[in-house]
């Protein structure tokens, strides 16, 4: 089955600071990428995402890059804020809809 | 648009006693629902797929008849957890993927079970 790595499982930056977190899949069907944002006891709210189509999409502060020959994909998000704290999950899927979930990286941003 | 409505968002219960989650998608159709189980300051974990009209297609190690997947409609899918008990508690998240959505998935709010 797929499998899909993140990291760092923890980043801590300085506001305004840029920040990236990478994912690795191994199963070269998968299709589609998003990015999910969680907050403590909330539900995970989908920010951007990316078919294997595209090598780049950007959405004001929030890109994400996918490299389907090295299989990984980032997150890049730019001019970070506080509110950006959260944690984020990438995930893989293919056509058959079922997403596996990276371990999460939790976002610290200190004002 | 693509809310996803899931109840209760919070439940206890008491150990031996069956408990169930209801997941909405209440403005567009869903021919497939997920089950996630969620650990603290962990990642989740698929439990199940939940087509509509057929049998759930449950993950390795999940145990069918403990956790009872019914998809009667295009817009409901429901989770029951039967005979509870305290390993069972945890945090339990539903998402929908819209018919010819290509895989999107919105999640319901999550339902935190206590089992006691």
């Known amino acids: 089955g797929e499998n899909v790595e993140q990291h760092p499982s923890t980043l801590s930056v300085q506001e305004g600071d840029s920040a990236v977190i990478k994912c690795t899949y191994s199963d070269s069907a998968s299709n589609y990428f998003p990015w999910y944002k969680q907050e403590l006891g909330k539900r995970p709210q989908l920010i951007i995402d990316?078919?294997?189509?595209?090598g780049e999409k950007k959405d004001q502060r929030i890109a994400v890059t996918l490299n389907k020959t090295a299989k990984h994909f980032s997150l890049h998000i730019t001019e970070t804020q506080p509110e950006d704290s959260a944690v984020y999950f990438c995930?893989?899927?293919?056509?058959?809809?079922?997403?596996?979930f990276g371990d999460g990286t939790t976002l610290t941003v200190k004002p | 648009g693509a809310v996803v409505s899931q109840h209760p968002s919070r439940v206890i219960c008491k150990s031996g006693t069956s408990v169930k989650i209801e997941c909405r998608s209440l403005d567009f159709q869903a021919t497939t629902m997920f089950w996630y189980r969620q650990f603290p300051k962990k990642s989740l974990m698929l439990m199940a797929t939940?087509?509509?009209?057929?049998?759930?297609?449950?993950e390795q190690g999940v145990e069918k008849d403990k956790f009872l997947i019914n998809h009667a409609s295009l817009t409901l899918s429901t989770l029951t957890v039967t005979s509870a008990h305290p390993e069972d508690s945890s945090f339990y998240i539903c998402s929908a993927n819209p018919r010819g959505g290509k895989n999107i998935q919105y999640f319901g709010a999550g339902t935190r079970l206590s089992v006691l």
């Open positions: 939940s087509n509509e009209g057929s049998k759930a297609t449950y």
């Open positions: 990316i078919r294997s189509n595209v």
């Open positions: 995930a893989a899927s293919t056509n058959a809809g079922k997403s596996t």
